[in-house]
């Protein structure tokens, strides 16, 4: 499993609840993200990752869960790069 640092751009709400002249709507860009983690799967139109995984050494002790999944669209995916990182399970 390799361990991957995902940048992608997420919505921006900048409005704070009032009111934004045209202007200053103009000029909103998204937020660019950098999340970090397990590559459990991707294809043409997702990428998922997972921020937590079983650690048991024990494969007996050992489960399938994991924590923090996030998925995303690949259209709002900047560059995914493998980290040093590559973990047997």
């Known amino acids: 499993m390799k361990l991957v640092k995902v940048t992608w751009n997420d919505t921006n709400e900048t409005s704070d609840s009032g009111w934004l002249s045209l202007e200053e709507v103009k000029k909103n860009k998204p937020c660019k993200v950098a999340s970090v983690g397990w590559l459990i799967n ?3 139109k997702f990428v998922t990752i997972a921020a937590d995984i079983d650690a048991h050494e024990n494969e007996s002790d050992a ?3 994991l924590g923090r999944v996030q998925c995303f669209p690949r259209g709002c ?5 493998t980290l040093s990182i590559n973990l047997q399970l």
Request: overall charge negative; proline content about 0%.
């Open 63 to 65: 489960d399938d869960l």
């Open 77 to 81: 995916i900047d560059k995914i790069e």
């Open 42 to 44: 991707q294809d043409e």
